[in-house]
Antibody, heavy 117, light 112 residues
């Protein structure tokens, strides 16, 4: 069974950085794209970027370019989303999702990030 | 960015009755290979989104055949032939023809 298991909820202060993890189980981690999607509480879905762990090909949304870094460690089937210089407006649920470049078959459970002073 | 617009934003439905959601893009989602790069996801209350339809009309694995995606160019539709109680949630269309991939605002489907 394919599963994406994300790290737990985080509470951070403005200006701090954070790295969320997403571990894949039950499939060829290197052979599927992994993307990150943000959902501000009560709002819709925002595509942040996507990475192919096999060759580290990475694409970012211009809205998030320079603010986040997507990476992966193939040896432990884990993808990461690093958020820098956090602001209160970064408070959101962050999902990882895996699949084809053009659609996500599998989703993680989401990681809630709260940024508050 | 490609802008995706869904309607309606709220859809009260009666179990057993059909339902339809529209999704429009501000540019064609047709690739030269003949495929339309339009997906539909359902986010049930308190859950992660799940893929329903990809490439405009292909049902994802395990998705009941009461869900049907159609459309071309810039106009797409998700139809549920007979709504069931478990179909409540927020439906999102998403284009993947160009990066950044973009979602519609979502359509909240609830039981009347």
């Amino acid at each position: 069974e394919v599963q994406l298991v994300q790290s737990g909820p985080e509470v951070k202060k403005p200006g701090e950085s954070l790295k969320i993890s997403c571990k894949g189980f039950g499939y060829d981690f290197s052979g599927y794209w992994i993307g990150w999607v943000r959902q501000v509480p009560g709002k819709g879905l925002e595509w942040m970027g996507i990475m192919y762990p096999g060759d580290s090909d990475t694409r970012y949304s211009p809205s998030f370019q320079g603010l986040v870094t997507i990476s992966a460690d193939k040896s432990i089937s884990t993808a990461y989303l690093q958020l820098s210089s956090l602001k209160a407006s970064d408070t959101a649920l962050y999902y990882c999702a895996a699949g084809d470049f053009y659609y996500f078959d599998y989703w993680g459970q989401g990681t809630l990030v709260t940024v508050s002073s | 960015d490609v802008v995706m617009t869904q309607s309606p934003l709220s859809l009260p439905v009666t179990p057993g009755e059909p339902a339809s959601i529209s999704c429009r893009s501000n540019q064609s989602l047709l690739q030269s290979n003949g495929y339309h790069y339009l997906n539909w996801y359902l986010q049930k209350p308190g859950q992660s989104p799940q893929l329903l339809i990809f490439l405009s009309s292909d049902r994802a694995s395990g998705v009941p055949d009461r869900f049907r995606g159609s459309g071309s160019g810039t106009d797409f539709t998700l139809k549920i032939s007979r709504v069931e109680a478990e179909d409540v949630g927020i439906y999102y269309c998403m284009q993947t023809l160009q990066t950044p991939h973009t979602f519609g605002q979502g359509t909240k489907v609830e039981i009347k």
